[in-house]
């Protein structure tokens, strides 16, 4: 990890020309690093959370009316909703909406225009109430039943009676019946009240619209959903893929220029670009990974009770993947290097360091033509004086005119 961040330093953050960056120039980059990062983020979140979202599509409060369809016609069903728990781009967000939770959405808000369903819903408590109190006093005559019998039985007076209410053995019958004749009444009441909101005609209309078009909405939702966990890796993919490439040739363009500032700006940028799209890369990998088939492993192994084999198999095969991938780093790492000793500033590096580009030994440019230690070619002849010249630099130390490479 320490060389790692090492070598993403010195890979990133030093020049490696005849200049070094300014503390200054890296607090710059690391700035713009910074921005860049987050505004890809952002862009990534507009991309899957704003749009190409089913749930954008079919809000919860669409999905929830359609599941819940066939209890519209019940006021009571109107108690939650507007979900927006996060209102950032809503407008667009409305836009996004499928036309059918459109349609259904007015239709709810026209009901809740033309009805009081607060009030309705209180009215509706109340009678909740008093029928839940009727039904207490009844079960209360109902237990008592007996014991009045009781009492009557040992002659015990009114007034020094354990039961509530003045209820004796002659008045219980009367009270029960009075009490289930009021619990009756406050239940059609309630039926009414629910009636009457069913019969409304835009509760007719919301119920007839969610029938006809319950099913055929629901397989949308099914479509939009089925597929989403590999399209939003996607999406993200889609919208990172054009920067990478963008700054990949900056970079390299840059680099071919070897107009150092701007390719240490682009590489940077192109880094931070990269760490979005390899996450998404690999939860895509993650996805199509059939996790079924490795849990079906586990059981083979299982009933031959060695399970524990399956886990040797994963860091096996961990382990070769990682050699093969770091065997693969070293090797462009070393052409890399190879490449980087041929351009320029490398080679002034090493002529006013006097130092051999090929084997870092010392060497000596103005008495040298060859490396003593590797054989390298230190002089060629100029075309223009025929004199003897650095190899690798553009001009000639004697004449001066451009040395063709
Ligand atoms: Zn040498
Ligand atoms: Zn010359």
């Known amino acids: 990890m320490k060389n790692f961040i090492k070598s993403f330093y010195t890979n990133n953050f030093i020049y490696k020309g005849k200049e070094k960056l300014s503390k200054l120039t890296i607090l710059a980059l690391i700035i713009l690093d910074i921005f860049v990062l987050s505004t890809l983020f952002q862009g990534i979140d507009f991309q899957t959370k704003v749009i190409n979202n089913?749930?954008?599509?079919?809000?919860?409060?669409?999905?929830?009316?359609?599941?819940?369809?066939?209890?519209?016609?019940?006021?009571?069903?109107?108690?939650?909703?507007?979900?927006?728990?996060?209102?950032?781009?809503?407008?667009?967000?409305?836009?996004?909406?499928?036309?059918?939770?459109?349609?259904?959405?007015?239709k709810v808000e026209l009901i809740k225009n033309k009805i009081d369903i607060k009030n309705l819903k209180k009215q509706n408590e109340e009678?909740?109430?008093?029928?839940?109190?009727?039904?207490?006093?009844?079960t209360y005559l109902k237990d008592n039943y007996n014991t009045i019998l009781f009492e009557k039985m040992s002659e015990q007076e009114i007034d020094k009676s354990i039961i509530k209410g003045e209820v004796s053995a002659e008045?219980?019958?009367?009270?029960?019946?009075?009490?289930?004749?009021?619990?009756?009444?406050?239940?059609?009441?309630?039926?009414?009240?629910?009636?009457?909101?069913?019969?409304?005609?835009?509760v007719k209309d919301l119920i007839s619209y969610l029938a006809l078009n319950k099913d055929t909405i629901l397989i949308d939702i099914e479509k939009a959903q089925k597929f989403y966990s590999i399209k939003y890796e996607l999406v993200i993919l889609l919208f990172l893929i054009p920067l990478v490439a963008i700054f990949f040739y900056l970079m390299k363009r840059y680099l071919h220029k070897d107009k150092y500032i701007l390719y240490i700006i682009f590489k940077n940028i192109l880094i931070v670009t990269l760490i979005p799209t390899f996450i998404s890369f690999f939860s895509l990998i993650n996805i199509f990974i059939p996790k079924i088939f490795l849990e079906k492993v586990l059981m083979f192994f299982y009933s031959l009770e060695i399970p524990f084999i399956v886990y040797y198999l994963a860091i096996a095969i961990a382990v070769l993947i990682f050699i093969f991938i770091i065997i693969k780093i070293q090797k462009k790492f070393k052409e890399d290097n190879e490449k980087l000793k041929n351009n320029n500033i490398s080679i002034i590096d090493a002529y006013n360091k006097n130092i051999c580009i090929k084997?870092?030994?010392?060497?000596?440019?103005?008495?040298?033509?060859?490396?003593?230690?590797?054989?390298?070619?230190?002089?060629?002849?100029?075309?223009?004086?025929?004199?003897?010249?650095?190899?690798?630099?553009?001009?000639?130390?004697?004449?001066?005119?451009?040395?063709?490479?």
């Open 54 to 106: 089913p749930n954008t599509k079919f809000p919860y409060d669409c999905q929830d009316v359609i599941t819940y369809s066939s209890s519209m016609d019940d006021f009571n069903s109107y108690l939650y909703n507007n979900y927006n728990y996060d209102s950032k781009y809503q407008n667009i967000k409305d836009l996004e909406v499928d036309e059918r939770c459109n349609t259904i959405f007015d």
């Open 127 to 138: 009678l909740n109430n008093k029928s839940y109190n009727l039904s207490n006093q009844l």
């Open 171 to 202: 008045n219980i019958k009367e009270k029960y019946e009075l009490l289930t004749k009021e619990l009756e009444s406050i239940d059609k009441e309630k039926e009414k009240l629910s009636n009457e909101f069913k019969e409304e005609n835009l």
């Open 359 to 405: 084997c870092g030994n010392r060497v000596d440019f103005t008495l040298m033509n060859y490396c003593p230690c590797c054989q390298n070619q230190l002089k060629i002849e100029c075309k223009s004086c025929h004199a003897n010249t650095i190899k690798g630099l553009d001009y000639c130390s004697n004449c001066g005119s451009n040395i063709e490479k």
